[in-house]
């Protein structure tokens, strides 16, 4: 109770001038009677009762005098508006749970992995809070996700730490950090990772400057230094060296400060998950520190189109000091869709140049000019998935969806307002597809196209001048335009703009099914008017019905490959689409342990004077209790013994 005296604090103090209603109470009841009240039957009974002299007499008020003025105080109290300020702290703990925290340490330290020195700073973190601090766990792959119920105890949050783990996937922990901080309920903010943290903007003000509306972002770091190598990539070719013979190009990374020899096996996947997969090619190739080379493994002559293969990564020595993460080693391949995984890439350069689109798996490149694109019919481009426009623009809208990459500045579409020098990002929207496992504060354009954002869109990604990435639907199909540079399409070797670059494709194809060689978890795009059963590589079966003239995304969870048939609704049994898709662990960021990520922090961030848990409205309690006690006066009266009738 003396806690919550000393932050009592009074909305409408002036309410309690409504004390001056008291007296008048006390004085209604001195009013009163004070003799009984006798009821009798006539004159004559009343001349025998008792005549006794009136005296004046001290004033004992009823029971109803009490309760009314009981009330009386509580509305008064209530008209005040009280509330007091739980004096606690409430503090977010976010946890980083993406791929890179499943790094193994070298065998001399305490901890394993950096997930369990991350878990074991956490507790010691916890240790030294106090025991009124309110904790609210997070953890930050594949989305910031509560963990547990909000405002633990310190020793209740340790618990629900002995149950984390580490995922597969990527995060966008710089993001959910600021938010957390944004949304003002928490005085501080503190995220244990393994990236290196860079702070901007002013430091933290004193401890006398009032905090209320200002949140403190903090990073406790974890992690050491490891050489890891991992697969980057995987596409087919045809071989240099045997004519009619395909490959696999298999891109190899490696995060350390020594090359490394790497090893490389094929497999040829059978349909039964009894089947043992069998090993078809092998290969060594040597892996520079921090950048990626490409193995190629040959595949024997005759192999059927529809076959899936399996790569797996291994250090040739030493595997444990040369390879601290196992995860990002294997990955899967399969073309027997990729014919209909059409990109038709418009480019201002003219040739044959792709720009490095040819690396993305799953997806076949044609490569025109604009002038060969004006004479296409819309029947044409129809058999296409994507239309890609670079420094070029149509004159029209397509019927197919379009990703428009430095149009020119008199295009119809996306109207270009100004050009830009190095524009620094300013913000975007975090809950959009395109910005999904994407660091945008990372993303550093030399130059830019600022534009004029047509109705039916809506701008994603901000920099200082204006919207420099715009994307919205008309007409039932979807598009989006780039003001910066994303070509060529290099892959591991440039990750921030390579994110960014399959997450367009991904959301104006609806789907995952273009980069599904490539994003973490990716979305399966199943069209409308089918049942749909997968088999997922846990050989697990799961079926999904899609209504006509609908498309859903089914979010594939673990790395491997997904078997697709989709029936036609009506006729049970007869298959009308037979697929496989390949989901893949390729996260250059996440692999890259030797030289970590950057984590872009403000120090602090102030927002308004919000409301908060911590603030709690006394006057409804009190209005609740005056309403309790003029019920109860009620009923007394009403329940209380009518004097009775004196006769003969």
């Not at 190629?296 to 899936?308: A, K």
């Not at 979807?478 to 910066?484: K, L, N, P, S, T």
Request: proline share 8%; charged share 20%.
């Amino acid at each position: 109770m003396p806690g919550i005296l000393s932050t009592l604090s009074f909305a409408q103090p002036l309410a309690f001038a409504g004390a001056l209603l008291i007296p008048l109470l006390v004085l209604a009841y001195l009013k009163k009677r004070q003799r009984k009240t006798r009821v009798v039957s006539s004159v004559v009974i009343l001349e025998q009762l008792a005549k006794r002299r009136v005296t004046r007499r001290r004033f004992r008020p009823p029971l109803r005098f009490f309760l009314e003025l009981l009330a009386l105080i509580a509305l008064i109290g209530a008209a005040s508006l009280p509330w007091y300020r739980d004096t606690s702290e409430r503090v977010a703990l976010v946890l980083d749970t993406s791929m890179s925290m499943r790094t193994r340490n070298d065998s001399l330290a305490p901890q394993p992995t950096r997930f369990a020195e991350a878990i074991e700073t956490a507790n010691r973190w916890l240790d030294q809070q106090s025991s009124s601090t309110r904790i609210s766990l997070f953890q930050s792959s594949p989305r910031l996700t509560a963990l547990g119920a909000k405002d633990l105890s310190p020793t209740a949050a340790k618990t629900v730490l002995s149950g984390a783990d580490a995922g597969i996937g990527t995060d966008s922990l710089d993001t959910a950090l600021t938010e957390l901080a944004e949304s003002g309920d928490y005085v501080r903010v503190v995220a244990i990772t393994d990236r290196t943290v860079r702070y901007f903007g002013d430091p933290p003000r004193s401890a006398a400057d009032d905090s209320q509306d200002t949140t403190i972002l903090d990073a406790q770091p974890v992690g050491q230094p490891r050489p890891n190598l991992y697969l980057a990539g995987l596409r087919f070719s045809e071989s240099l060296d045997y004519v009619g013979q395909r490959t696999v190009i298999a891109d190899v990374g490696l995060s350390g400060s020594e090359p490394v020899v790497a090893q490389l096996e094929l497999f040829e996947l059978g349909e039964d998950k009894h089947v043992t997969p069998r090993s078809i090619a092998k290969g060594r190739v040597t892996a520079q520190p921090n950048s990626s080379v490409e193995a190629e493994l040959l595949l024997p002559p005759g192999r059927s189109p529809d076959l899936l293969y399996k790569v797996e990564l291994s250090a040739a020595e030493d595997a444990l000091a040369t390879n601290a993460l196992l995860d990002d080693d294997a990955g899967w391949i399969g073309d027997g869709n990729s014919a209909e995984n059409l990109i038709l890439l418009v480019s201002a350069t003219g040739g044959q140049n792709s720009l490095g689109l040819k690396r993305l798996p799953g997806a076949e490149i044609v490569v025109v000019s604009p002038r060969e694109y004006a004479v296409l019919r819309d029947e044409e481009l129809a058999r296409f998935t994507l239309l890609l426009f670079h420094r070029t623009a149509p004159a029209k809208l397509p019927p197919t969806p379009a990703l428009l990459i430095l149009p020119p500045e008199q295009n119809p579409h996306f109207p270009v307002l100004t050009d830009a020098q190095t524009p620094r990002i300013t913000s975007w929207a975090g809950d959009h597809p395109i910005t999904s496992y994407l660091r945008v504060p990372l993303l550093t354009p030399s130059q830019g196209a600022i534009f004029s954002v047509p109705p039916w869109a809506q701008s994603v990604v901000n920099a200082e001048p204006g919207c420099v990435l715009a994307a919205g639907e008309t007409q039932g199909v979807r598009y989006a335009a780039v003001g910066f540079e994303l070509l060529p399409f290099e892959g591991a070797k440039t990750p921030v703009t390579s994110i960014l670059t399959l997450n367009l494709i991904a959301w104006l194809s609806g789907g995952g099914e273009l980069t599904q060689n490539s994003l973490n978890a990716g979305g399966i795009r199943l069209e409308g008017g089918r049942r749909w059963v997968i088999r997922t590589p846990a050989h697990e079966t799961v079926e999904v019905e899609v209504p006509a003239g609908k498309t859903e995304i089914f979010q594939a969870g673990a790395p491997g490959p997904y078997r697709l048939a989709g029936f036609a609704h009506g006729t049970p049994g007869k298959e009308q689409v037979r697929k496989v898709v390949t989901v893949n662990n390729f996260a250059p960021e996440e692999s890259s342990t030797f030289v970590p990520m950057e984590l872009s922090l403000p120090h602090m961030v102030e927002h308004g004077r919000l409301p908060s848990a911590g603030e709690n409205p006394l006057w409804g309690y009190l209005l609740a209790v005056a309403l309790l006690l003029l019920v109860g006066e009620y009923l007394w009266f009403l329940l209380r013994p009518v004097p009775e009738a004196l006769g003969v």
